[in-house]
């Protein structure tokens, strides 16, 4: 699979459309084929560990419903849309697609979102807060796209944020292969023209009052920031009831001072790894000896699980220090090229790592992410 930005390169997406403005990407693939079948991502939505949903108008009024689903008969032929969050924790080939927009980290992908829709079928107009890339598959559908500004939104549906009608400026019809670039905040509705699929590829952030939020429990769970103010050079001051600008100074240095790259890497470090959705991940030790996964690499590369959110920072990379699945993991020093190679690289052969088979240390960590199933040998007979 190979993204054409239609003969721009990828540096002149980030400078002129990235974040700024939406862009229809034609043929963006050539020969786009669909992921997966719509009764491979029907019975996907059959599954409790899989996140779902499907959008329908009942009596002209919206409806949202949440999987696992049983049946889709009673839905007819038209006007509804099932959708699948997080196709990438569950579809290998999902892989391939993300690799394709890899000119943005990793660390602001969010998911593949995969819908299925009937002719009529959409979600209705809304706004998102996340960059999107919506890959159309088989079928067709029609996209309308607003400009930025003060649109209000209303809640069609306790789980359907719609926002109200709006002028287009872009009004177009995506045909299999078709992109569509979407930044935050740019209202949009999608019907469906046939039956067809769509792929989308999101990229999000958290919030700072989401981050702020997470970072204070990480600061009270592992009992940090405990030093006080002080103030030895105090001057005397002119009223009692008084905070002046030189205690407004301290104030201020306390808080920032406890936001060093130390603690903003550890903590986002863990913040940004953690899935927030389920991983395919076993339920048991897998049993895998250090002698088993060298043997097994001779035959076949390891694969890193669909979903694994795993990276590092240049800051830190040099003492050895990366993330993985929420945890903080320390390889020890001289070990930075091997770091970029597990956080980088969606496989990992015999001989990208055979400098480091020989560190007994390595090799167990290694052993150790197998048997949790965050790297896995696909074909093991």
């Given at each position: ?270 913040y940004l790894t ?30 890193k699980l669909g ?68 790297w896995y040998f696909?074909?093991?007979?």
């Amino acid at each position: 699979m190979q993204l054409d930005l239609n003969g721009i390169t990828p540096q002149q997406f980030l400078e002129q459309y990235w974040q700024k403005k939406p862009l229809v990407i034609r043929q963006g693939f050539k020969n786009f084929q669909d992921l997966l079948s719509p009764e491979e991502m029907a019975g996907l939505a059959c599954d409790e560990m899989v996140e779902s949903r499907r959008v329908f108008k009942a009596n002209d009024e919206w409806q949202a419903e949440f999987g696992p689903f049983e049946s889709y008969e009673e839905l007819g032929e038209k006007d509804w849309t099932l959708i699948v969050q997080a196709l990438n924790n569950w579809l290998p080939e999902a892989e391939e697609l993300i690799q394709c927009f890899d000119f943005i980290p990793r660390w602001r992908f969010d998911d593949v979102m995969v819908s299925y829709a009937t002719p009529g079928g959409g979600v209705g107009p809304h706004i998102d807060l996340y960059d999107v890339f919506i890959c159309q598959g088989s079928g067709r559908r029609r996209w309308r796209v607003g400009d930025l500004g003060p649109h209000k939104e209303f809640a069609a549906h306790p789980a359907l944020l719609h926002t109200e009608a709006f002028d287009p400026i872009i009004d177009v019809e995506l045909l299999p292969g078709d992109i569509l670039y979407l930044p935050p905040g740019y209202p949009h509705d999608g019907v469906t023209l046939e039956p067809s699929m769509s792929f989308s590829v999101g990229y999000r952030t958290a919030s700072a009052k989401d981050m702020v939020s997470a970072m204070a429990d990480h600061i009270i769970d592992n009992d940090l920031c405990n030093e006080q103010i002080a103030d030895p050079d105090r001057e005397l001051a002119n009223g009692s009831g008084v905070v002046n600008h030189s205690d407004l100074a301290r104030i201020k240095q306390q808080l920032f001072s406890t936001l060093d790259d130390k603690l903003i890497s550890e903590f986002s470090g863990r913040y940004l790894t953690q899935s927030k959705c389920e991983l395919d991940l076993p339920e048991d030790h897998l049993g895998f000896q250090s002698l088993d996964v060298t043997e097994q690499l001779k035959l076949q590369p390891l694969v890193k699980l669909g979903g694994l959110r795993c990276l590092y920072f240049e800051a830190t990379a040099a003492d050895g220090m990366l993330y993985i699945n929420g945890e903080q993991i320390q390889l020890g020093e001289t070990k930075e090229s091997l770091i970029a190679l597990l956080c980088d690289s969606q496989q990992l052969t015999l001989e990208a790592l055979t400098p480091w088979l020989a560190d007994d240390e390595t090799l167990n960590q290694l052993t150790d992410w197998v048997n949790a199933g965050y790297w896995y040998f696909d074909d093991i007979e």
